[in-house]
């Protein structure tokens, strides 16, 4: 069998959410089934770091899709003819967009449909393209996987797909999140936030992870309680991050916010695993993987309550209105108040964590491949 991927999404030091469901499922896949090869589409020089076997074969097509005509261009010109010059016999797209001109078998992913519910936190050319063609794109796929029970709902209801075309398949958390020994959570804690406690959120920067009402939160939480509890921030700025930035810089508190930039895996995972809870109230999420993340390190979420997140953080978080900064405020109170509360759930982090493995995601990614070829 053929397997032609859309790894666009591959970017050596810059993994995120697509990224790494992208490379941890391929990554199993390829080195599980030396008997099948896999063609990866790039839009640009790759990293051999991602070249996972010797039955991979690594293809650059032009032009880099990072625009929507571009992508028009890539999947409709470039991906269609390479997918006929290799002779695929199955196109995956973890991306959300797919070549609508091929009559080979696709497999969509889809991980969220944050763009309908919050079109406002995009760009009006990105917002326009996903609204006008990804209904195109989810009719048009012979199957499709989405990353949550929740997304699935939320794809069925808002473009009228049968239950039976969508399987969910959840993210995993990286192995280099683990429990941190005491020795090392203090090591962190001088590290990175001078000696003291801290709450942590992962992430990229923009209006849907609602960190401008998280740090709005912090400021009400270190009024009331007047501790040296820090916040770090980890995570790029990007689209629409004004906001964000004037928040860390008029905050009461801004000596106890802490920002640092993308970070690599194994720093990342240091970080979140001394934490004294991660503090995550988006508005909107497909999955969520940070909060999995904090849970395979033991350590506590302060969520927020909507869409899939209370899914993946099961009984080992405390929730909020994501809206409302009083509630997010109290919650951290709670939580730092009651020393009990805290160790109960980080006791339960890990079995919860137990429910999302990356070995099985990509054994049902690939189930699902071969029952599609065999329905063909």
Not at 14 to 25: A, Q
Not at 320 to 334: C, K, L, S, T
Not at 339 to 348: A, F, Y
Request: aromatic share 14%.
């Amino acid at each position: 069998m053929r397997i032609a991927v859309n790894t666009r999404f591959l970017l050596h030091g810059k993994l995120e959410g697509i990224g790494w469901f992208t490379h941890e499922i391929l990554r199993r896949m390829v080195e599980q089934h030396p008997e099948h090869e896999f063609v990866f589409f790039f839009d640009r020089p790759f990293h051999a770091d991602f070249i996972f076997g010797k039955n991979v074969t690594p293809v650059v097509l032009q032009p880099p899709a990072r625009h929507p005509v571009l992508f028009l261009i890539w999947f409709e010109w470039s991906v269609r003819r390479a997918l006929k010059k290799y002779k695929a016999d199955i196109f995956i797209s973890t991306d959300g967009m797919l070549c609508l001109g091929t009559k080979v078998p696709t497999l969509l992913v889809i991980h969220d449909l944050a763009f309908v519910h919050y079109p406002k936190h995009l760009p009006f050319k990105f917002r326009f393209f996903l609204n006008y063609f990804t209904p195109k794109y989810a009719k048009r796929a012979d199957h499709i996987v989405t990353v949550s029970t929740f997304s699935k709902t939320d794809l069925v209801q808002q473009y009228s797909l049968s239950e039976q075309k969508i399987d969910v398949v959840f993210n995993g958390a990286h192995k280099a999140y683990q429990v941190l020994s005491f020795e090392e959570r203090q090591q962190i804690k001088e590290k990175y936030a001078m000696g003291c406690e801290y709450f942590v959120f992962a992430g990229a920067l923009h209006p849907r992870k609602n960190v401008e009402n998280l740090l709005k939160a912090f400021a009400v939480f270190k009024a009331r309680q007047q501790s040296n509890m820090k916040i770090l921030i980890v995570g790029r700025f990007a689209w629409n991050a004004d906001a964000i930035q004037q928040e860390m810089k008029q905050n009461r508190f801004k000596e106890d916010i802490i920002h640092y930039d993308y970070m690599q895996v194994d720093e990342l995972s240091k970080v979140i695993g001394a934490a004294y809870a991660l503090t995550f109230v988006s508005l909107f999420e497909g999955f969520g993987i940070p909060v999995l993340e904090a849970l395979q390190c033991s350590v506590p979420v302060i969520a927020s309550d909507r869409t899939s997140i209370p899914e993946v953080a099961g009984d080992a978080a405390l929730y909020a209105n994501p809206e409302d900064v009083q509630e997010i405020a109290n919650v951290m109170m709670q939580l730092y108040k009651d020393e009990h509360l805290h160790t109960v759930l980080s006791e339960r982090c890990l079995t919860q964590a137990s429910k999302f493995n990356w070995d099985l995601s990509a054994e049902k990614m690939f189930s699902i491949i071969q029952h599609m070829l065999i329905a063909r």
